[in-house]
């Protein structure tokens, strides 16, 4: 299952950008209202639990200085990746896209497709309010 969020445009550079989404605690001010739990484990583990789902582990898989943040799953349960795209724009700006990759089954995928997207979605839009 593969879900992107729109393209948003962000009010700082694509390092800072960057720089932000690499320290996993930021995160936090990204969550929905929904977020019941957020925990910072270390610094490239967080896990969080929004309101009627599990509680999920994201650990850093790979950065990309400045374009890319990928996080994955910290369990093989549910496995997919959240990578954070970013383009410098200059003046000061940059974009910024969300895209989930996850492998599961056709049931799995269709209970949690709106839940993930509304998620993905929530977060650029707060990405883009730095």
Request: glycine share 4%.
């Amino acid at each position: 299952m593969n879900l992107e969020s729109p393209t948003v445009t962000v009010n700082k550079t694509a390092e800072d950008v960057f720089d932000f989404l690499t320290k996993v605690e930021n995160f936090e001010q990204l969550m929905p209202e929904s977020k019941q739990k957020f925990e910072k484990i270390n610094d490239s583990r967080f896990l969080f639990q929004l309101k009627g789902m599990p509680e999920l582990v994201l650990d850093q898989k790979e950065n990309t200085s400045p374009s890319q943040v990928v996080l994955g799953a910290a369990s093989d349960k549910l496995p997919f990746t959240l990578t954070a795209d970013i383009v410098d724009s200059g003046d000061g700006k940059s974009t910024a896209k969300l895209t989930f990759d996850g492998q599961f089954n056709t049931m799995m995928s269709m209970m949690i497709k709106n839940p993930i997207q509304n998620f993905i979605n929530t977060l650029i839009e707060n990405i883009g309010k730095l």
